[in-house]
């Protein structure tokens, strides 16, 4: 392939409940330390839930903060991040250049809840609706954010895909880059999910929210006790580049991507399709040209749902069923479902596995479900490899969109 | 209610509104947008903290009258006076 049609990660902005830049978050994964809370929702009372505490002011004015999302921040704290990280020369960056993709589950619906119940205040009388509530949940608010803030005019817009939606920012990333349309990508998810009540009710209504008496054991993908979803914030922007950009400014290059698969089940709004989520690995796997077995690392998507978990094993005990050097692990048990911004974020607690050939750990698994039983799955403590060449990477989300990417160790 | 109430009400809400400036040394009779980085969407603020705090309603046609410490005196204390 064309160097300029190879496209490489070159920064990583992010925040989690466990960490605020890679290298805490990453310890943290390795250390076993999850951070679930107990938090007060409006008309619920508490729930868990993952909550990130970086600081917002550390990029924004107190004016920007009010009058912004909790999603503009954290896309704002991520871009930063990412861009300080890529050690590109910012100053001289053509912005006109730069490409903004935001994977999000959903947005708005904090702002609604919000401004429904400041008119309840007054009688629902609606004059005294905000005028912020439209540039506040138009959807491509949390893209908007960031562009305002950094002063980048070339493309902003998020991508709306459930679950699967972190993935697909950044494969959107690799799309545009690769159609020439930009020269710089900021692209992956964010979420501020957690700061609606509608969320945690319905995962309740359904019977899919993680509950447990001691936080940090509430996600618990894989284990018997599973009972639902622990939703978390979160965020995760990578910096892309064409690898010929990359090596001509001796940037760090953490690796690159060399696959993507994007579906959709087309069957229930819900319920996860096991054949779709292993056609979409197929896909992931073909666009890369490698086969299963050429696969060290896969991140499971698991979201401590009963059939979910299942079914998604059952996805990988077909591909992977004659792969003896293919390990299996899960993020959210240690930080819950960041939904917008999982796949981008549990895609970078994996990222350093090729510099330290250790695979981190699928905390809390004390009674390991048989039908989640995987060759290889990294249960409790994490595991030394010889080396960690490739990571796959899932996500999938409702309506059954399925998301994968495919990550390769760069040898300089 | 005096006027200095009225200049106290009005830098409070602006305070809330615009939580980076520096409002000690604010002249009165200037224009705030010249004095403060205000847009229009921070003057529906004003509006709607008003109509909020104090159910004062300023119609469109009289938001004029905000535009200096000085101004929303004038035009704000006969209203407060009413209430």
């Known amino acids: 392939m064309d160097l300029n049609d190879r496209i490489v990660i070159t920064g990583i902005g992010l925040t989690a409940p466990n960490g605020n830049n890679l290298s805490e978050y990453r310890k943290n994964l390795l250390d076993g330390k999850a951070n679930i809370q107990r938090i007060e929702t409006?008309?619920?009372?508490?729930?868990?839930?993952?909550?990130?505490?970086?600081?917002?002011?550390?990029?924004?004015?107190?004016?920007?903060?009010?009058?912004?999302?909790?999603?503009?921040?954290?896309?704002?704290?991520?871009?930063?991040?990412?861009?300080?990280?890529?050690?590109?020369?910012?100053?001289?960056?053509?912005?006109?250049?730069?490409?903004?993709?935001?994977?999000?589950?959903?947005?708005?619906?904090?702002?609604?809840?919000?401004?429904?119940?400041?008119?309840?205040?007054?009688?629902?009388?609606?004059?005294?609706?905000?005028?912020?509530?439209?540039?506040?949940?138009?959807?491509?608010?949390?893209?908007g954010e960031v562009s305002i803030n950094l002063k980048i005019t070339g493309p902003h817009y998020t991508i709306g895909a459930a679950c699967a939606a972190g993935n697909a920012g950044l494969i959107h990333g690799v799309q545009m880059l690769r159609l020439k349309e930009i020269d710089f990508a900021l692209a992956g998810g964010v979420s501020e999910s957690i700061h609606t009540f509608g969320i945690f009710a319905a995962f309740r209504s359904q019977g899919a929210l993680g509950e447990?008496?001691?936080?940090?054991?509430?996600?618990?993908?894989?284990?018997?006790?599973?009972?639902?979803?622990?939703?978390?914030?979160?965020?995760?922007?990578?910096?892309?580049?064409?690898?010929?950009?990359?090596?001509?400014?001796?940037?760090?290059?953490?690796?690159?991507?060399?696959?993507?698969?994007?579906?959709?089940?087309?069957?229930?709004?819900v319920l996860p399709n096991p054949e779709r989520q292993a056609e979409c690995i197929q896909l992931a796997l073909k666009k890369a040209g490698l086969h299963p077995k050429d696969i060290h690392l896969v991140n499971t998507h698991a979201t401590s749902t009963n059939q979910g978990d299942i079914q998604?094993?059952?996805?990988?005990?077909?591909?992977?069923?004659?792969?003896?050097?293919?390990?299996?692990?899960?993020?959210?048990?240690?930080?819950?479902?960041?939904?917008?911004?999982?796949?981008?974020?549990?895609?970078?607690?994996?990222?350093?596995?090729?510099?330290?050939?250790?695979?981190?750990?699928?905390?809390?698994?004390?009674?390991?479900?048989?039908?989640?039983?995987?060759?290889?799955?990294?249960?409790?403590?994490?595991?030394?490899?010889?080396?960690?060449?490739?990571?796959?990477?899932?996500?999938?989300?409702?309506?059954?969109?399925?998301?994968?990417?495919?990550?390769?160790?760069?040898?300089? | 209610m005096k006027a200095e109430d009225i200049k106290k009400i009005i830098l409070n809400i602006i305070s809330e509104i615009a939580p980076d400036e520096d409002l000690s040394n604010i002249k009165e009779e200037v224009r705030l947008r010249d004095q403060l980085a205000l847009d229009s969407m921070d003057f529906l603020d004003i509006v709607m903290e008003l109509r909020k705090k104090y159910g004062i309603e300023v119609p469109e046609g009289d938001y004029i009258h905000l535009a200096s410490l000085e101004s929303c005196i004038k035009y704000l204390l006969p209203k407060f006076n009413r209430t």
Not at chain 1, 115 to 138: G, L
Not at chain 1, 215 to 231: E, H, M
Not at chain 1, 240 to 267: F, M, P, Q
Not at chain 1, 346 to 370: C, K, M, Q
């Open chain 1, 42 to 143: 409006r008309y619920m009372g508490p729930v868990l839930a993952g909550v990130c505490n970086f600081d917002p002011l550390r990029y924004q004015t107190k004016k920007e903060i009010r009058n912004g999302t909790r999603a503009g921040s954290i896309g704002i704290y991520c871009a930063h991040e990412a861009i300080r990280d890529s050690g590109v020369d910012w100053q001289g960056i053509d912005r006109s250049r730069v490409g903004i993709y935001e994977g999000i589950t959903e947005h708005g619906n904090v702002e609604t809840e919000n401004e429904i119940y400041n008119i309840s205040q007054f009688n629902y009388d609606t004059k005294y609706w905000s005028h912020h509530h439209n540039p506040r949940t138009v959807a491509n608010n949390p893209a």
């Open chain 1, 212 to 269: 447990h008496n001691e936080p940090n054991k509430a996600s618990r993908p894989f284990d018997t006790a599973r009972n639902g979803i622990v939703v978390s914030e979160g965020g995760c922007i990578y910096t892309l580049e064409r690898l010929e950009d990359a090596l001509k400014r001796k940037a760090k290059i953490y690796g690159e991507i060399v696959g993507y698969g994007l579906n959709s089940d087309a069957t229930d709004t």
């Open chain 1, 312 to 412: 998604e094993c059952e996805a990988l005990r077909q591909i992977f069923k004659d792969c003896p050097h293919t390990y299996f692990n899960n993020t959210k048990s240690f930080i819950g479902h960041a939904m917008g911004a999982a796949g981008a974020l549990e895609l970078a607690g994996n990222l350093p596995s090729f510099e330290d050939a250790t695979i981190h750990a699928t905390i809390n698994v004390d009674n390991l479900d048989p039908a989640c039983e995987l060759n290889n799955l990294v249960i409790n403590k994490p595991l030394k490899v010889n080396n960690v060449d490739t990571i796959l990477n899932n996500s999938f989300g409702m309506l059954g969109i399925n998301s994968v990417v495919i990550i390769k160790k760069y040898i300089y």
